[in-house]
């Protein structure tokens, strides 16, 4: 098992994961560092709802080995600063968009 340091922008920072190559990285984000936006979905990364930022990429983090991470990651819970909702998640709001809310992370 490989040692890697990842920073997460979320609540966790600087998490110190060990983690095999092949090990997604929705697995990891969520069982070792208990963030709950990204989500199982269809298995196959096509519905959105694992996605994360990566580098200001929307990558679905099921079908990405945690080894191919080299870079800051974002997941929902990363996306309001000192508080304040991203403009995005405001405006969701404001318009009552969501209606279970599953899949935001796909379409955000």
């Not at 920072?13 to 560092?33: E, V």
């Not at 200001?56 to 990651?73: D, L, M, Q």
Request: proline residues 4%.
């Amino acid at each position: 098992m490989e040692n890697e340091q990842s920073n997460i922008e979320s609540e966790r920072r600087n998490a110190h994961i060990g983690y095999r190559s092949f090990d997604s990285l929705l697995y990891i984000l969520r069982n070792d560092l208990g963030l709950q936006g990204p989500r199982f979905g269809c298995g196959l990364g096509q519905c959105g709802t694992c996605t994360v930022i990566i580098n200001g990429v929307a990558i679905r983090s099921f079908i990405t080995p945690t080894s191919t991470v080299k870079s800051e990651i974002t997941t929902l819970e990363g996306l309001a600063k000192n508080g304040v909702l991203h403009p995005l998640q405001q405006a969701w709001i404001d318009e009552q968009v969501p209606q279970c809310g599953f899949c935001q992370n796909g379409q955000s």
